[in-house]
T-cell receptor
Framework: GIQVEQSPPDLILQEGANSTLRCNFSDSVNNLQWFHQNPWGQLINLFYIPSGTKQNGRLSATTVATERYSLLYISSSQTTDSGVYFCAVGANFGNEKLTFGTGTRLTIIP | GAVVSQHPSWVICKSGTSVKIECRSLDFQATTMFWYRQFPKQSLMLMATSNEGSKATYEQGVEKDKFLINHASLTLSTLTVTSAHPEDSSFYIC??????????????FGEGSRLTVL
């Protein structure tokens, strides 16, 4: 099956800093989503981005499908950005299941 | 985005008992729902695909007799952990969505259910 690797696994930043999270995948995909998992475990949808670039406030994401990677940018980090960020990909047109990446644990220090 | 809800959020049970977790799509009909499991400090792993009106499709290594999935209506799927043991303690989370909802493949997730087996 498809492999999804995220880097870095852990990231500790000062409040106000910018960060870039990377997601590499091993095969062509028709779906790519970024999630933020909060301390209670809930997955918050950040972006649905199988290709191209999107921005939402301080967050933006870019997926280069031909090179099999996606990037999540967080600018002017806040303590509430702390948590685990997952990318997840879908590679089956007939079945919309997602395969999750290994995750990046982000800690923002005041 | 679409709303997916799970119940209960937390459950503690004794070893050997069975526990049922519900996943509901609140504002759309879901012919397919997905059940994931997450152990502490690990990623989410797909357990099974729940299909409305037919049998679930289980991922390799997931015991279908232990994790019973029922998708009896277009808005409800249930996961029953039978004869639970401490190693079944985990965070279980369901998802639904896709092209029927967002005209894309975007999936939405429930709040998750944390199971502790004593």
């Amino acid at each position: 099956g498809i492999q999804v690797e995220q880097s870095p696994p852990d990231l500790i930043l000062q409040e106000g800093a910018n960060s870039t999270l990377r997601c590499n995948f091993s095969d062509s995909v028709n779906n790519l989503q970024w999630f933020h998992q909060n301390p209670w475990g809930q997955l918050i949808n950040l972006f649905y981005i199988p290709s191209g670039t999107k921005q939402n406030g301080r967050l933006s994401a870019t997926t280069v499908a031909t090179e099999r990677y996606s990037l999540l940018y967080i600018s002017s980090s806040q303590t509430t950005d702390s948590g685990v960020y997952f990318c997840a990909v879908g590679a089956n047109f007939g079945n919309e299941k997602l395969t999750f990446g290994t995750g990046t644990r982000l800690t923002i220090i005041p | 985005g679409a709303v997916v809800s799970q119940h209960p959020s937390w459950v503690i049970c004794k070893s050997g008992t069975s526990v049922k977790i519900e996943c509901r799509s609140l504002d759309f009909q879901a012919t397919t729902m997905f059940w994931y499991r997450q152990f502490p400090k690990q990623s989410l792993m797909l357990m099974a695909t729940s299909n409305e009106g037919s049998k679930a499709t289980y991922e390799q290594g997931v015991e279908k007799d232990k994790f019973l999935i029922n998708h009896a209506s277009l808005t409800l799927s249930t996961l029953t952990v039978t004869s639970a043991h401490p190693e079944d303690s985990s965070f279980y989370i369901c998802s639904a969505g896709g092209r029927r909802v967002a005209n894309t493949g975007e999936l939405f997730f429930g709040e998750g259910s944390r199971l502790t087996v004593l």
